[in-house]
């Protein structure tokens, strides 16, 4: 006997690529670009906290994380969006095992039980795929918004009725967004934040790829909670060392938000959550706290999207990503994402996600994302350059 509540969503993307080239045997040897799993070094100065904290695996880590750790990610975030004191370590701050755990059991605690019918839980289409998961576990109705290149590849906030929101519970929203790699501006952000005081809902911010940008820093959710006064009402920020750092397996993130919220979040996490390991909390404590390693790392994908620019300019309707470490390409010419797919493996070893499994079908089978495919530029310079050619050698 098994629930139901998860019959309906579709299988992890990953699975689902492997399904799709089985049986092909690719020409090249293979270069993964699939999973955004990061490959530049791990910085090297967090061995020894761990190692200082060796003995410290003994003990069960408190829930709330170590106050040293709360602080690092308070004092992070405060000097990123410059929020002085709008953030107080002891009531908005909660560290996670990594953002995935988190962004799918605030849901369990935020969507209310309901007699009459579900709340909604908005997401954008493609979306991370645990945001579904979230909302499934919790009994809620996924409302999945497109997300065309016309609006800059992000949800187009004016297009959501009035009654849509008035029974949205959660909304997730991702800038930098994986996979397209959009920013959201500063006003758009404040409004998302108005009309969930206005209709009683949370956004659920996730912000994972925030420091890995092109230009300028993205705008986050905590710069429009300061322009709009400096309360963290109805929001949840969501980030993590992951990207960040390069610290994918570390499994260390946070979530910074309303008072309120993190102290039900708590309450739940203390029951029934992951805690993380003191060693790796005074690791991620050292890791918060210094932005030169974030630099070098945000350089060595500057230079590959610049790499990128150079290689892919009037192919595949390619634009450089504003923020993260995706390319979304449109393969339209080429059969479609799938098709591509299994051609670029087939002739040239490479592994890269059509855009349709990080998207949910429409209700008629249709699915507007079916033309792309997601490249991520985790790998090196030279490795990057040479899949990057072949992907053109193969596909011109
Ligand atoms: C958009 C997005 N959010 C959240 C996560 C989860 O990251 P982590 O749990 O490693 O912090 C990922 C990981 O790939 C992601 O792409």
């Not at 992070?76 to 953002?99: E, K, N």
Request: glycine content about 8%.
């Amino acid at each position: 006997m098994f629930a139901s509540r998860f019959d309906s969503l579709p299988p992890s993307p990953f699975p689902r690529l492997r399904t799709l080239l089985e049986g092909i045997e690719p020409a090249a040897t293979p270069i993964d670009l699939g999973i955004g799993e990061p490959k530049h070094a791990v910085p090297q100065f967090l061995r020894a906290a761990l190692d200082d904290h060796f003995d410290e695996y003994n003990r069960y880590p408190p829930a709330q994380g170590t106050p040293e750790l709360r602080q690092a990610i308070a004092g992070w975030a405060a000097r990123r969006y410059g929020t002085g004191d709008m953030i107080d370590a002891d009531r908005h701050v909660v560290p996670l095992c990594g953002s995935r755990e988190g962004l799918f059991n605030i849901a369990l605690v935020c969507i209310p039980e309901t007699a009459g019918p579900p709340p909604a839980v908005l997401m954008p289409n493609p979306f991370y795929q645990c945001y579904g998961v979230g909302a499934a576990a919790a009994g809620a109705e996924p409302v999945f918004l497109p997300t065309p290149r016309g609006s800059g590849f992000l949800p187009d906030l004016d297009a959501i009725d009035d009654a849509t929101l008035a029974r949205t519970s959660l909304f997730y929203f991702c800038s930098p967004a994986n996979p397209q790699g959009a920013v959201a501006n500063l006003d758009d952000l404040m409004t998302l934040i108005e009309r969930a005081r206005h209709f009683g809902f949370t956004v659920l911010f996730d912000e994972c790829y925030s420091e890995i940008y092109l230009n300028d820093p993205p705008p986050g959710a905590l710069d429009a909670a300061r322009e709009l006064g400096g309360s963290l009402e109805n929001i949840v920020i969501f980030n993590s060392l992951s990207k960040r750092s390069n610290l994918a397996g570390l499994r260390s993130g946070f979530c910074i938000g309303d008072a309120a919220i993190m102290s039900a979040y708590l309450k739940f996490r203390n029951l029934a959550a992951p805690q993380m390991p003191l060693p790796v909390q005074a690791a991620a404590t050292l890791a918060w706290n210094d932005e030169a390693h974030v630099e070098e790392n945000r350089n060595l994908y500057r230079v590959k999207i610049r790499l990128a620019e150079e290689l892919l300019a009037g192919r595949y309707e390619f634009y450089a990503p504003e923020g993260g470490f995706f390319l979304w390409l449109d393969m339209s010419d080429h059969g479609g994402g799938q098709e591509a797919a299994r051609t670029l493996w087939r002739e040239a070893g490479l592994r890269v996600v059509p855009g349709d499994f990080l998207a949910r079908d429409a209700a008629d089978g249709g699915n507007d994302n079916a033309a792309f495919v997601r490249v991520a530029l985790v790998h090196d310079e030279e490795i990057t350059g040479e899949a990057l050619q072949r992907m053109t050698k193969t596909l011109d």
